[in-house]
C-alpha cells in the first residue's frame, strides 16, 4: 500500500514541534503496522488480520488529540490532521475488503471462521462507503438466524445505518456528545430494547451497554 505511505508522509512533519512530535508517533503507528503487510497471495485470515490491526492502531491512538499539553490551536490542527488520515485509511482498508469479498457476498462464521467474519464487520462498519455497509446489514440479516455472524455486530450494523440516515436506532448501540454528555442517540422504542435484542441473540441488555459506553460522562462535541 505505498499510497498510504505517502499519504502519511503528507501529514506526519509540521512547523510546531509539539504538533510534529505527535503527528510524527500517530504515522509511525501505522507505518510499524504496514511493515508487517502480508506478501501477496497470504490467505484471508492473515490478510483480514492485517486490516484490522490498522483499524485498531488508529482508534487506540485517537487520544493524542485530547494531549493535555496542546494549546487550542496545537489540538485543532492535530485533530483536522488526525481525522483526515483515519478517513484515508478508512477508505482504502474498504478497498482492501471489496477485493476480499467471496462469490457468496460476504463473510460466514462456519466457512471463514470468527475473526474474518468480525474483522470483516469492523472494517464495514467503519467504513466512508454508506453503500458498503447498507450492503453487508443485507448480507447479515440473512446469515444471522444460522449464526454465522454475531449478533451485536449485526444490531451495530443496523443502528448505524439508521442513525446515518437520520432515523431513531432499534438496538440501543450508537452514542453521541450532546451539550458536554455522552448520551443514546434517539431509539425507536426505548421500553423494547431488550426484547429486541434477545430475539436477535444478542445477549446484552441496554443498561450493560449503558455502562460499557459509560453514558453520561463527558465529551466534547
Known amino acids: 500500500m505505498i ?10 512533519s509540521h ?17 510499524e503496522v504496514e511493515r508487517q503487510r502480508p506478501i501477496s497471495g497470504a490467505n484471508l485470515r ?38 483526515a488520515s483515519l478517513v484515508e485509511l478508512d477508505a482504502r482498508n474498504t478497498d482492501e475488503l471489496k ?6 457476498g460476504w463473510f460466514t462464521n462456519r466457512r471463514h471462521g470468527r475473526q474474518v467474519t468480525h474483522g470483516a464487520w469492523l472494517i464495514a462498519q467503519h467504513s466512508p462507503d454508506n453503500g458498503l455497509r447498507e450492503y453487508a446489514l443485507g448480507k447479515m440479516f440473512v446469515l444471522l438466524r444460522s449464526g454465522d455472524v454475531e449478533a451485536r455486530d449485526y444490531a451495530l ?3 448505524r445505518v ?3 440516515k437520520g ?23 426505548e421500553a423494547a430494547v431488550n426484547s429486541h435484542r434477545e430475539s436477535i441473540g ?6 450493560e451497554t449503558r455502562g460499557d459506553l459509560e453514558i453520561g460522562k463527558p465529551c466534547n462535541a
Open 167 to 189: 432515523l431513531p436506532q432499534r438496538y440501543g448501540s450508537q452514542a453521541r456528545c450532546f451539550e458536554g454528555r455522552l448520551v443514546l442517540q434517539p431509539i425507536e422504542n
Open 202 to 207: 444478542w445477549a446484552q441488555t441496554l443498561e
Open 157 to 159: 450494523t443496523f443502528d
Open 99 to 104: 477485493k476480499l469479498l467471496p462469490k457468496s
Open 46 to 83: 492473515v490478510r483480514m488480520h492485517h486490516l484490522i490491526r490498522l483499524d485498531e492502531v488508529t482508534r487506540q491512538n485517537l487520544w493524542m488529540i485530547e494531549d493535555p499539553t496542546l494549546n487550542l490551536e496545537q489540538r485543532r490542527i492535530v485533530e483536522e490532521t488526525l481525522g
Open 15 to 31: 512547523a510546531d514541534p509539539k504538533v510534529a512530535d505527535i503527528l510524527g508517533r500517530w504515522c509511525g503507528a501505522i507505518q
Open 3 to 12: 499510497g498510504l505511505f505517502l499519504a502519511l508522509t503528507a501529514s506526519c
Open 162 to 164: 439508521q442513525v446515518r
